[in-house]
């Protein structure tokens, strides 16, 4: 078996989303299928490309390898097919992608920007592979996030847009000891057993682990769980408690309390090609995704993520 482009989407999607349900149902496959079809490549490459657990997948050090490799690849036929199609193209739809609900709210409102020009929405887990489509032009906008402290690059065709800054909050059972407390001290739930998402390509879960670091310990990860509701579940049930957003659904047994001194801050972004219609707008874009941020309330009365004015 030759490897071919295909193959290698499938690699970086399984390494996106670190989970082969969650990548056999973003390619509409099933899973026994898609696990056959990862055997092949791994036959074809000489080794395997992922540890396989529990907790889903990732990548050994061959796949780093072949991961490295495999994206330039991509990227570069991606440039190669969107330079192909601009090609004396006037724009007949705007795709806008990203996570969380600002995405679709944000389309709602971009035909006061762009009139009479349809808009096209997806939404997906992986901050990373959103900002990569907009690298490879298969979206002109992209609602993104990231972490503070991380630099986002300034070369290339990509312009960003940073939009709000958000303190991330912990989420614990209603009758934890600290629960009755305003804001919590990440050093106090050092004992705890926390429930953390899996990576998201833009600095997840390593900034939660280097604040915990900060904060003298090191935390016990007994689950990594991509569903919410499984993990306010655990929450509720006393056997978990979890690092969330502000929006995170209290009530039922589940509190949701800031962080003393925002250790960990999360970062709201669109995310553009210098070259796509949305640059010659951006500024008018962003000002209405920072007015979308600026209403939206948070669960529990507490301030929704604090917009950043240019």
């Given at each position: 078996?030759d490897?071919?482009?295909?193959?290698?989407?499938?690699?970086?999607l399984?390494?996106?989303?670190g989970?082969?349900t969650?990548?056999?149902?973003?390619?509409s496959?099933?899973q026994?299928?898609?696990?056959?079809?990862?055997?092949?490549?791994e036959?074809?490459?000489?080794?395997p490309?992922?540890?396989?657990?529990?907790?889903?997948?990732?990548?050994?050090?061959l796949?780093?390898?072949?991961?490295?490799?495999?994206?330039?690849?991509?990227?570069?036929?991606?440039?190669?097919?969107h330079?192909?199609?601009?090609?004396?193209?006037?724009?007949?739809?705007?795709?806008?992608?990203?996570?969380?609900?600002?995405?679709?709210e944000l389309?709602a409102?971009l035909p006061?920007?762009?009139?009479?020009?349809?808009?096209?929405?997806?939404?997906?887990?992986?901050?990373?592979?959103?900002t990569?489509l907009?690298?490879a032009g298969?979206?002109?906008?992209?609602?993104?996030?990231?972490?503070v402290?991380?630099?986002?690059?300034?070369d290339g065709p990509?312009?960003?847009?940073m939009l709000?800054?958000?303190p991330?909050h912990?989420?614990?059972?209603s009758?934890h000891?600290?629960?009755?407390?305003?804001?919590?001290?990440?050093?106090?739930?050092?004992?705890?057993?926390?429930?953390?998402?899996?990576?998201d390509?833009?600095g997840?879960?390593?900034?939660?682990?280097?604040?915990?670091?900060?904060?003298?310990?090191?935390?016990q990860v007994?689950?990594r769980?991509y569903?919410?509701s499984?993990?306010?579940?655990?929450?509720?049930?006393?056997?978990?408690?979890a690092?969330?957003?502000?929006?995170?659904?209290?009530?039922?047994?589940?509190?949701v309390r800031?962080?003393?001194?925002a250790?960990?801050?999360?970062?709201?972004?669109?995310?553009?090609?210098r070259?796509?219609p949305v640059?010659?707008?951006?500024?008018?874009?962003?000002?209405?995704?920072?007015e979308?941020?600026?209403?939206?309330?948070s669960?529990?009365g507490?301030?929704?993520?604090?917009?950043?004015?240019p």
């Amino acid at each position: 078996m030759d490897l071919e482009l295909r193959h290698l989407r499938t690699i970086c999607l399984l390494a996106d989303t670190g989970s082969v349900t969650r990548a056999a149902a973003a390619l509409s496959t099933s899973q026994p299928a898609l696990t056959t079809q990862l055997q092949r490549i791994e036959r074809e490459v000489g080794g395997p490309l992922f540890h396989r657990g529990r907790s889903g997948v990732r990548p050994t050090e061959l796949g780093e390898f072949v991961l490295v490799r495999a994206r330039a690849v991509l990227l570069s036929m991606d440039d190669l097919l969107h330079d192909i199609t601009a090609r004396g193209a006037s724009p007949s739809t705007l795709r806008v992608g990203g996570v969380g609900p600002l995405t679709v709210e944000l389309s709602a409102r971009l035909p006061e920007v762009f009139p009479n020009v349809p808009v096209h929405v997806r939404t997906e887990y992986s901050p990373k592979l959103v900002t990569d489509l907009v690298r490879a032009g298969r979206l002109d906008l992209g609602t993104t996030i990231d972490y503070v402290d991380r630099d986002l690059p300034t070369d290339g065709p990509l312009a960003w847009a940073m939009l709000a800054v958000d303190p991330l909050h912990v989420a614990l059972w209603s009758e934890h000891p600290l629960a009755r407390e305003t804001y919590i001290r990440l050093e106090d739930l050092a004992e705890c057993p926390w429930a953390l998402t899996p990576p998201d390509g833009t600095g997840w879960p390593e900034c939660f682990y280097l604040a915990c670091q900060r904060a003298g310990f090191s935390p016990q990860v007994p689950y990594r769980l991509y569903e919410r509701s499984e993990i306010r579940d655990l929450i509720a049930d006393r056997r978990a408690i979890a690092p969330c957003q502000a929006d995170f659904e209290s009530g039922r047994g589940v509190v949701v309390r800031q962080l003393e001194g925002a250790p960990i801050q999360l970062r709201h972004l669109l995310v553009w090609r210098r070259d796509s219609p949305v640059d010659q707008a951006s500024d008018r874009v962003a000002r209405l995704a920072r007015e979308l941020l600026d209403r939206t309330p948070s669960e529990g009365g507490r301030p929704a993520a604090r917009p950043v004015r240019p």
